[in-house]
């Protein structure tokens, strides 16, 4: 069945992800006389039983958060009964129980909305969403709910900010509960042939510790699956600078350190510069999270395609196109939001990003120039790998021009798909004649069906998209020469801190990180320099 498990460390994460779940709700078929879905909703979703019998349907995913970070949602409640849990409870105990809690977080009038059937919610804001709890419209399994006591959701007494921190606490916890016997096991158990595990976590405060910990007994148990881990980090220039070099230890230790144990990382920053379509308030993580949310979603598609429907690609398969020289783990991604033709147009009707991602994926093109295969990736709109030069969309294409890419991997959604796609010995030719001819390995993957804006989505794009209700979508990951510049200037910025533990270590990890993005290619330009 080629499940994905899904963990979810922290309040960033978790606005994120509620925003990913929402997105795989959609995709399901209530009417049976309407078409097929092309997603496979067993890939993320698991059936079960609920406590009166009836069927239910819920995400194949873990949630920590801080107490407090849960809002109005209870661990128990919708499709299962806390009263059955306090029947158990009594058995276990004969002696009088007392009950002592919190004063209740109200439910957002979107969440009533819901729970009473309303078929028109309350439209959402930035300012009636308080929690990632008050938009999500999926129901949760009990056991994917973890709320971690230790810690407080915003407290200045006692924050959550450092990654030992993160470590020191994954260390108590597995101590005390062995998490992932408790946690991961009874997930891993109920899958076929799990394909992969995705972390979200937020990589520039304490979760990033704790995910690493994590990180590093999931390698342990699962060695042979595929691990991803989406690292969220703060847009540039935030808080005192204190707080932003905080922020730059934390991302350094979490890079250098979840890098070595999993297949893939994905930084994940909002760029200083946005197209014109993108409409976004900084401010409100529900904003951020629904963008990023939109790449995340659209680039992983291919992973839970139904076999048969479109060309499939497994995380592995992932992998294998972007991981070109074995040590190579860091990938870019990157988004545009394209002009969907009309169901009447033909494929001559997509955009120009589109004709040219298809071209360049072509048989006839395997020994196009390289500037004609970087051309396809200065198409694309928006970057979110945190450290690329901010000011213009100038300076980006300026950016783009020296880089070489090594693997890329195209999602392209909301689009026909080429009227002739390449079969897999076609495929297999062409990867083999782009190595020898040293162009990049480019994979791509198509599915004519668009990204959703729900009613739970923030009104971040502009234009037809609005009414639209849905978005043609383009993302990429590659790996690039640009990922070593920016472990180059986190390594120079690392060394020169004080009274950091194991500085030197963490200086040479981080060096040989850049060092795998620079074999075999020279690009030429200054190491270090946009990043000091």
């Not at 120079?492 to 290619?521: C, K, P, Q, T």
Request: hydrophobic fraction near 30%; charged fraction near 25%.
């Amino acid at each position: 069945m080629h499940e994905i498990l899904t963990v979810q460390l922290g309040h960033r994460a978790n606005y994120l992800a509620t925003h990913f779940w929402n997105a795989q709700e959609s995709y399901f078929s209530y009417d049976a006389t309407s078409e097929p879905s092309t997603i496979d909703p067993d890939i993320h979703f698991r059936p079960g039983q609920g406590p009166n019998g009836e069927e239910t349907y819920t995400p194949r995913t873990l949630i920590y958060d801080l107490k407090g970070g849960f809002g109005s949602l209870r661990k128990f409640g919708g499709l299962y009964d806390q009263g059955d849990v306090e029947d158990d409870l009594k058995n276990l105990w004969n002696g009088s129980i007392v009950k002592q809690q919190d004063a209740p977080i109200t439910q957002s009038e979107y969440q009533r909305a819901l729970d009473e059937g309303i078929e028109r919610p309350p439209k959402l804001s930035t300012h009636s969403v308080r929690f990632w709890s008050d938009f999500t419209r999926v129901f949760y399994h009990p056991r994917s709910i973890v709320q971690i006591n230790d810690y407080e959701l915003g407290s200045t007494v006692l924050p959550f900010e450092k990654w030992s921190s993160g470590e020191d606490l994954f260390s108590s916890l597995d101590k005390e509960h062995d998490l992932l016997d408790r946690d991961i096991r009874p997930w891993a158990e109920e899958c076929d042939q799990m394909q992969g595990i995705q972390v979200f976590a937020s990589a520039d405060d304490a979760w990033g510790g704790f995910g690493s910990r994590y990180v590093e007994c999931l390698k342990d148990e699962y060695g042979k699956t595929s691990l991803w881990f989406w690292g969220l980090e703060e847009e540039g220039g935030q808080g005192s600078r204190t707080e932003q070099m905080l922020r730059t230890l934390n991302t350094a230790q979490s890079i250098q350190v979840v890098s070595s144990l999993i297949s893939m990382y994905v930084p994940l920053a909002i760029p200083s510069y946005l197209p014109p379509s993108v409409r976004l308030d900084r401010t409100s993580r529900w904003h951020v999270s629904g963008l990023l949310s939109m790449a995340v979603e659209s680039m992983t598609l291919p992973s839970r395609q139904k076999p048969g429907s479109f060309k499939r690609g497994l995380l592995s398969d992932l992998e294998a196109a972007l991981d070109v020289n074995g040590n190579q783990r860091v990938a870019d991604l990157q988004c545009s939001i394209i002009d969907a033709p009309s169901q009447h147009q033909s494929t001559k009707g997509v955009s120009e990003a589109v004709k040219d991602a298809r071209i360049a994926s072509s048989g006839v093109q395997d020994f196009v120039h390289e500037d004609e295969v970087e051309k396809v990736n200065s198409k694309l709109g928006m970057s979110f790998s945190a450290g690329k030069p901010s000011q213009t969309a100038l300076s980006l294409r300026q950016w783009e021009k020296a880089n070489h890419v090594f693997g890329k991997v195209d999602s392209i959604r909301g689009v026909p798909p080429p009227e002739q796609e390449m079969g897999e010995d076609d495929e297999a030719t062409s990867r083999k004649r782009r190595r020898l001819a040293s162009l990049p390995n480019v994979e791509r993957y198509y599915n004519p069906l668009p990204y959703p804006i729900l009613d739970s989505f923030p009104e971040i794009l502009t234009g037809e998209v609005t009414s639209a209700k849905t978005a043609a979508i383009h993302g990429s990951l590659s790996t690039t020469t640009q990922i070593s510049k920016r472990m180059k200037g986190l390594q120079n910025i690392v060394s020169r801190m004080g009274n950091v533990a194991d500085r030197e270590a963490l200086s040479n990890g981080l060096g040989e990180i850049a060092e795998a993005y620079e074999e075999g290619w020279d690009s030429g330009s200054d190491e270090g320099s946009d990043y000091d």
